[in-house]
Protein backbone atom coordinates (compact mmCIF):
# COMPACT_ATOMS: atom_id res chain seq x y z
CA UNK A 1 0.00 0.00 0.00
CA UNK A 2 1.21 2.95 -1.06
CA UNK A 3 1.71 6.15 1.41
CA UNK A 4 0.15 9.68 0.59
CA UNK A 5 2.35 12.30 -1.02
CA UNK A 6 2.01 15.81 -0.48
CA UNK A 7 2.28 18.68 -2.55
CA UNK A 8 5.62 20.06 -1.20
CA UNK A 9 8.78 21.23 -2.61
CA UNK A 10 10.45 17.73 -3.97
CA UNK A 11 7.40 15.73 -5.05
CA UNK A 12 7.58 11.93 -6.13
CA UNK A 13 5.95 8.99 -6.89
CA UNK A 14 7.62 6.22 -5.55
CA UNK A 15 11.17 7.87 -7.01
CA UNK A 16 9.01 9.56 -10.13
CA UNK A 17 8.95 12.89 -10.32
CA UNK A 18 5.60 14.65 -10.42
CA UNK A 19 4.83 17.50 -12.77
CA UNK A 20 7.42 20.73 -11.65
CA UNK A 21 4.53 23.13 -11.31
CA UNK A 22 2.42 21.39 -8.86
CA UNK A 23 4.37 22.82 -5.74
CA UNK A 24 2.67 25.08 -3.83
CA UNK A 25 1.46 24.24 -0.28
CA UNK A 26 -1.33 22.67 -0.53
CA UNK A 27 -2.97 19.61 1.60
CA UNK A 28 -4.27 16.99 -1.23
CA UNK A 29 -2.03 13.93 -2.08
CA UNK A 30 -0.59 14.27 -5.77
CA UNK A 31 -1.63 10.52 -6.52
CA UNK A 32 -4.83 11.72 -5.44
CA UNK A 33 -4.95 13.61 -8.78
CA UNK A 34 -3.15 11.28 -10.60
CA UNK A 35 -5.66 8.57 -9.69
CA UNK A 36 -8.86 10.55 -10.29
CA UNK A 37 -7.90 10.87 -13.55
CA UNK A 38 -7.78 7.43 -14.42
CA UNK A 39 -10.69 6.08 -12.14
CA UNK A 40 -12.99 8.92 -14.64
CA UNK A 41 -11.50 7.00 -17.34
CA UNK A 42 -9.29 9.13 -19.16
CA UNK A 43 -6.61 7.78 -21.71
CA UNK A 44 -2.82 8.93 -22.09
CA UNK A 45 -3.32 11.18 -24.20
CA UNK A 46 -6.13 13.38 -22.32
CA UNK A 47 -3.50 12.91 -19.17
CA UNK A 48 -0.34 13.86 -20.46
CA UNK A 49 -2.08 16.54 -21.75
CA UNK A 50 -4.16 17.40 -17.94
CA UNK A 51 -0.75 17.22 -16.11
CA UNK A 52 1.92 18.54 -18.73
CA UNK A 53 4.07 15.99 -19.01
CA UNK A 54 5.08 12.73 -21.61
CA UNK A 55 2.78 9.46 -21.96
CA UNK A 56 5.80 7.54 -21.27
CA UNK A 57 5.75 8.81 -17.51
CA UNK A 58 2.00 8.73 -17.00
CA UNK A 59 2.62 4.96 -18.05
CA UNK A 60 5.60 4.61 -15.43
CA UNK A 61 3.26 6.63 -12.68
CA UNK A 62 0.16 4.00 -13.10
CA UNK A 63 2.77 1.23 -12.76
CA UNK A 64 4.46 2.80 -9.63
CA UNK A 65 0.60 3.15 -7.87
CA UNK A 66 -0.50 -0.37 -9.20
CA UNK A 67 -2.67 2.04 -10.83
CA UNK A 68 -5.09 0.54 -14.59
CA UNK A 69 -3.33 0.95 -17.65
CA UNK A 70 -4.96 3.86 -19.00
CA UNK A 71 -6.49 3.63 -22.63
CA UNK A 72 -4.53 4.83 -25.70
CA UNK A 73 -7.74 6.24 -27.66
CA UNK A 74 -7.13 9.70 -28.77
CA UNK A 75 -8.61 12.45 -26.32
CA UNK A 76 -11.56 13.83 -28.01
CA UNK A 77 -11.51 17.62 -28.36
CA UNK A 78 -14.41 20.13 -28.27
CA UNK A 79 -15.12 22.17 -31.06
CA UNK A 80 -18.11 24.38 -28.89
CA UNK A 81 -18.02 27.77 -28.16
CA UNK A 82 -17.55 27.27 -24.71
CA UNK A 83 -15.14 24.54 -25.13
CA UNK A 84 -11.96 24.17 -22.63
CA UNK A 85 -8.61 24.84 -24.77
CA UNK A 86 -6.14 22.01 -23.82
CA UNK A 87 -3.86 24.69 -22.48
CA UNK A 88 -5.83 25.46 -19.62
CA UNK A 89 -6.70 22.35 -18.19
CA UNK A 90 -2.85 22.20 -16.47
CA UNK A 91 -3.77 25.94 -14.87
CA UNK A 92 -7.01 24.55 -14.07
CA UNK A 93 -5.88 21.65 -12.08
CA UNK A 94 -3.08 23.58 -10.40
CA UNK A 95 -4.99 26.37 -9.19
CA UNK A 96 -7.45 23.30 -8.09
CA UNK A 97 -5.13 21.71 -5.50
CA UNK A 98 -3.70 24.80 -4.68
CA UNK A 99 -7.26 25.57 -2.53
CA UNK A 100 -8.04 28.38 -5.24
CA UNK A 101 -11.91 29.05 -4.62
CA UNK A 102 -14.31 27.73 -7.56
CA UNK A 103 -15.37 31.40 -8.10
CA UNK A 104 -11.54 32.24 -8.06
CA UNK A 105 -10.74 29.64 -10.29
CA UNK A 106 -13.53 30.89 -12.73
CA UNK A 107 -12.34 34.58 -13.14
CA UNK A 108 -8.89 33.04 -14.63
CA UNK A 109 -10.87 31.64 -17.71
CA UNK A 110 -14.01 33.55 -17.29
CA UNK A 111 -16.37 30.88 -16.23
CA UNK A 112 -18.77 30.32 -13.37
CA UNK A 113 -18.19 28.54 -10.26
CA UNK A 114 -20.88 25.99 -11.20
CA UNK A 115 -18.70 25.19 -14.27
CA UNK A 116 -15.53 25.03 -12.43
CA UNK A 117 -17.50 22.46 -9.64
CA UNK A 118 -18.84 20.39 -12.86
CA UNK A 119 -14.99 20.26 -14.67
CA UNK A 120 -13.67 19.38 -11.22
CA UNK A 121 -15.87 16.34 -11.39
CA UNK A 122 -15.38 15.58 -14.45
CA UNK A 123 -11.50 15.23 -14.27
CA UNK A 124 -12.10 13.43 -11.07
CA UNK A 125 -9.80 15.56 -9.30
CA UNK A 126 -10.34 14.97 -5.34
CA UNK A 127 -12.09 16.55 -2.79
CA UNK A 128 -10.67 19.68 -0.48
CA UNK A 129 -11.00 20.47 2.97
CA UNK A 130 -12.91 23.43 3.01
CA UNK A 131 -10.64 25.14 5.95
CA UNK A 132 -8.01 25.18 3.37
CA UNK A 133 -9.96 26.83 0.65
CA UNK A 134 -9.04 30.45 0.20
CA UNK A 135 -9.40 33.30 -1.81
CA UNK A 136 -6.12 34.80 -4.33
CA UNK A 137 -5.43 38.21 -4.43
CA UNK A 138 -6.37 40.33 -7.75
CA UNK A 139 -2.45 40.24 -8.23
CA UNK A 140 -2.46 36.50 -8.19
CA UNK A 141 -5.34 36.20 -10.39
CA UNK A 142 -3.90 38.91 -13.26
CA UNK A 143 -0.79 36.83 -13.31
CA UNK A 144 -2.70 33.54 -13.63
CA UNK A 145 -4.82 35.13 -16.49
CA UNK A 146 -1.27 36.30 -18.12
CA UNK A 147 -0.11 32.56 -17.45
CA UNK A 148 -2.61 31.11 -19.76
CA UNK A 149 -2.21 33.84 -22.33
CA UNK A 150 1.80 32.85 -22.39
CA UNK A 151 1.34 29.34 -22.85
CA UNK A 152 -0.95 29.63 -25.77
CA UNK A 153 1.71 31.61 -27.20
CA UNK A 154 4.33 28.91 -27.15
CA UNK A 155 2.64 26.28 -28.84
CA UNK A 156 4.89 25.67 -32.02
CA UNK A 157 3.90 22.96 -35.05
CA UNK A 158 6.29 21.00 -37.43
CA UNK A 159 5.09 20.27 -41.17
CA UNK A 160 5.27 16.73 -42.14
CA UNK A 161 6.37 15.27 -45.56
CA UNK A 162 2.76 14.63 -46.15
CA UNK A 163 1.91 18.18 -45.05
CA UNK A 164 0.45 17.77 -41.84
CA UNK A 165 1.08 20.15 -39.00
CA UNK A 166 1.88 18.62 -35.77
CA UNK A 167 1.69 20.39 -32.25
CA UNK A 168 4.48 21.25 -30.46
CA UNK A 169 3.55 22.18 -26.61
CA UNK A 170 6.52 22.74 -23.97
CA UNK A 171 6.43 23.46 -20.87
CA UNK A 172 6.66 27.11 -19.56
CA UNK A 173 9.78 28.34 -18.16
CA UNK A 174 11.52 25.24 -19.15
CA UNK A 175 11.34 24.24 -22.58
CA UNK A 176 10.56 20.75 -22.20
CA UNK A 177 8.73 19.04 -25.13
CA UNK A 178 5.10 17.06 -24.44
CA UNK A 179 5.87 13.93 -26.85
CA UNK A 180 3.01 12.73 -28.66
CA UNK A 181 2.86 9.52 -30.99
CA UNK A 182 2.58 11.72 -33.65
CA UNK A 183 5.96 13.70 -33.19
CA UNK A 184 7.71 10.29 -32.42
CA UNK A 185 6.93 8.87 -35.67
CA UNK A 186 7.92 12.09 -37.09
CA UNK A 187 11.18 12.27 -35.30
CA UNK A 188 12.19 9.03 -36.46
CA UNK A 189 11.22 9.87 -39.91
CA UNK A 190 13.93 12.36 -39.97
CA UNK A 191 16.05 10.47 -38.02
CA UNK A 192 16.20 8.02 -40.49
CA UNK A 193 16.51 10.31 -43.20
CA UNK A 194 19.43 11.10 -41.88
CA UNK A 195 18.87 14.60 -41.03
CA UNK A 196 21.26 16.16 -38.02
CA UNK A 197 19.75 16.41 -34.81
CA UNK A 198 20.86 20.21 -34.40
CA UNK A 199 19.05 21.05 -38.15
CA UNK A 200 15.36 19.06 -36.55
CA UNK A 201 16.19 21.16 -33.09
CA UNK A 202 16.44 24.23 -35.25
CA UNK A 203 13.62 23.86 -37.72
CA UNK A 204 11.65 22.16 -34.57
CA UNK A 205 11.93 25.43 -32.35
CA UNK A 206 13.65 23.30 -29.92
CA UNK A 207 16.76 22.14 -28.01
CA UNK A 208 19.27 19.83 -29.77
CA UNK A 209 19.92 18.22 -26.43
CA UNK A 210 15.43 17.24 -26.14
CA UNK A 211 16.42 15.52 -30.12
CA UNK A 212 19.03 13.57 -28.95
CA UNK A 213 17.69 12.54 -25.78
CA UNK A 214 14.41 11.55 -27.10
CA UNK A 215 15.89 9.86 -29.88
CA UNK A 216 17.88 7.51 -27.32
CA UNK A 217 14.97 7.15 -25.07
CA UNK A 218 13.53 5.86 -28.32
CA UNK A 219 16.35 3.33 -28.90
CA UNK A 220 17.26 4.23 -32.22
CA UNK A 221 20.37 3.04 -33.13
CA UNK A 222 23.54 5.46 -33.71
CA UNK A 223 24.49 7.09 -37.36
CA UNK A 224 27.84 7.77 -39.13
CA UNK A 225 28.56 11.16 -38.81
CA UNK A 226 29.94 11.37 -42.40
CA UNK A 227 26.21 10.48 -43.82
CA UNK A 228 24.63 13.02 -41.70
CA UNK A 229 22.53 16.40 -43.45
CA UNK A 230 21.31 19.28 -42.60
CA UNK A 231 17.96 18.81 -44.79
CA UNK A 232 15.26 16.58 -44.75
CA UNK A 233 15.00 14.13 -47.43
CA UNK A 234 11.68 11.36 -46.88
CA UNK A 235 12.73 9.43 -50.23
CA UNK A 236 15.83 7.95 -47.67
CA UNK A 237 13.83 6.29 -45.11
CA UNK A 238 12.50 2.99 -46.27
CA UNK A 239 16.49 2.44 -47.54
CA UNK A 240 17.54 3.21 -44.19
CA UNK A 241 15.45 1.28 -42.14
CA UNK A 242 15.82 -1.64 -44.41
CA UNK A 243 19.63 -1.81 -44.39
CA UNK A 244 19.54 -1.19 -41.10
CA UNK A 245 17.38 -4.16 -40.24
CA UNK A 246 15.33 -2.08 -37.44
CA UNK A 247 11.29 -2.78 -36.70
CA UNK A 248 9.14 -0.68 -34.51
CA UNK A 249 7.80 -2.60 -31.82
CA UNK A 250 5.29 -2.20 -28.89
CA UNK A 251 7.26 -3.46 -25.23
CA UNK A 252 5.83 -6.50 -23.82
CA UNK A 253 6.25 -5.06 -20.88
CA UNK A 254 4.71 -1.89 -20.78
CA UNK A 255 1.29 -1.53 -22.85
CA UNK A 256 1.84 1.25 -25.85
CA UNK A 257 5.11 2.21 -25.35
CA UNK A 258 6.77 1.74 -28.85
CA UNK A 259 10.81 1.47 -29.37
CA UNK A 260 13.53 0.76 -32.40
CA UNK A 261 14.57 -2.29 -32.43
CA UNK A 262 16.22 -5.20 -34.72
CA UNK A 263 14.12 -7.46 -36.22
CA UNK A 264 15.42 -10.48 -33.89
CA UNK A 265 16.20 -8.37 -31.24
CA UNK A 266 14.54 -8.35 -27.91
CA UNK A 267 10.47 -7.75 -27.29
CA UNK A 268 11.40 -5.58 -24.42
CA UNK A 269 12.25 -2.01 -24.71
CA UNK A 270 15.36 -0.68 -22.27
CA UNK A 271 12.77 0.91 -20.20
CA UNK A 272 10.74 -1.98 -19.52
CA UNK A 273 13.49 -3.69 -18.61
CA UNK A 274 14.32 -1.39 -15.89
CA UNK A 275 10.57 -1.18 -14.84
CA UNK A 276 10.53 -4.78 -14.61
CA UNK A 277 13.55 -5.06 -12.53
CA UNK A 278 12.27 -2.39 -10.01
CA UNK A 279 9.08 -4.15 -9.36
CA UNK A 280 10.14 -7.05 -9.60
CA UNK A 281 8.23 -8.34 -13.13
CA UNK A 282 5.12 -8.41 -10.15
CA UNK A 283 2.85 -6.38 -13.19
CA UNK A 284 1.31 -8.67 -16.06
CA UNK A 285 1.10 -6.56 -19.20
CA UNK A 286 -0.13 -7.78 -22.05
CA UNK A 287 0.33 -6.65 -25.47
CA UNK A 288 -2.65 -4.21 -26.89
CA UNK A 289 -2.80 -2.29 -30.61
CA UNK A 290 0.04 0.25 -30.85
CA UNK A 291 -0.02 3.79 -29.99
CA UNK A 292 0.41 5.63 -33.23
CA UNK A 293 0.84 2.51 -35.22
CA UNK A 294 -1.12 3.93 -38.04
CA UNK A 295 1.99 6.25 -39.41
CA UNK A 296 3.78 4.66 -41.93
CA UNK A 297 7.51 5.48 -41.60
CA UNK A 298 8.39 5.32 -45.44
CA UNK A 299 5.49 7.65 -46.17
Given at each position: ?11 VV ?10 P???V?N???L ?17 R ?8 W?VM??L??P???P?RR??G ?6 G ?12 W?AA ?7 R??S??W ?6 G ?9 F ?18 R ?6 TS??ERL ?13 TP ?5 LA ?5 N ?14 R????R?C?L????R????L ?11 N??EA?Y??RE????R?W???G ?5 RT ?28 F??
Open positions: MSMPLTLGSSPRGLPLPGAFFKGHPEAVRGLVEKGHGLDAISIFLVDREMVLDALDPTHDQMSTPKAWATDYFRFIESWISGRSIGEQFGSAAIAKARWLLPRRDRRNVRPSADSVHEAQGSTRTSALELCVTTGPIRKILKRGHVYWELDAENRYWAQHYEAIAAEWGVSASIASARELPRERCKVTHYDPSMIDAIARVRCMFIGLFWQKNGLSKRGQKLQARSGAGYGFGIGHSIGGNYAGI
